[in-house]
């Protein structure tokens, strides 16, 4: 993949049927246990419980991704996944996505997004906690290979 501008403008849209390859490609790239399999990520196309978002730039269709859950009944909406391309990172995509996820969570009146991420994983942490997300817990090997993980939580102004 040739690099990618870092003023390329980063748009995001909602991932379709067409994305399905690059989706479980990425998934397998950045996550080794707790990853979506194709048939999950199948379903969540078509879910009213669930938003995935792809994120491209100029003529790179696909760059990243993020997963939002949603529940009858509650406002809390969480964040289930999202991943850049090792490519792409630290140029504002990752920011982008996680944007647009509290974007379709505001629309779905939701008032709070809530996510789990890894207590080793730097980068996240540093993502979220830039953008406004607090620390509220800690799940105790809360991961298949037994990792801890944080919980963060955001209000959605
Ligand atoms: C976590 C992850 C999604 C971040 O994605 P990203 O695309 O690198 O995110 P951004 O580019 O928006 O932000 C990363 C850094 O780049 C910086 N950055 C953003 N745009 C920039 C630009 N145009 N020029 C220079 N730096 C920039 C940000 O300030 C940020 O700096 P920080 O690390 O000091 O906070 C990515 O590392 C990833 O996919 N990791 C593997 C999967 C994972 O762990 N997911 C989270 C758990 S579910």
């Not at 995001?12 to 994305?19: F, G, Q, Y």
């Not at 406002?75 to 991943?83: D, G, K, N, P």
């Not at 980068?123 to 801890?148: M, N, P, S």
């Amino acid at each position: 993949m040739p690099p990618m501008p870092a003023t390329a403008a980063v748009r995001v849209r909602r991932a379709e049927l067409s994305d399905l390859d690059d989706l479980v490609a990425l998934e397998e790239s950045s996550f080794a246990p707790d990853r979506l399999s194709r048939a999950q990520y199948r379903r969540h196309l078509d879910s009213e419980t669930a938003t995935v978002l792809v994120a491209s730039a100029n003529h790179r269709r696909f760059l990243g991704t993020a997963v939002v859950f949603f529940r009858k009944g509650t406002h809390v909406a969480r964040l289930y996944s999202i991943a850049t391309h090792v490519e792409a990172r630290g140029k504002g995509v990752g920011s982008a996505l996680l944007d647009a996820a509290e974007h379709v969570a505001r629309r779905r009146r939701c008032k709070v997004l809530r996510l789990e991420v890894r207590t080793d994983n730097d980068a996240a942490i540093r993502l979220y906690e830039r953008l406004g997300y607090v620390r509220i817990g800690r799940y105790e090997r809360y991961y298949g290979d037994g990792a801890d993980a944080w919980r963060y939580e955001k209000r959605l102004g």
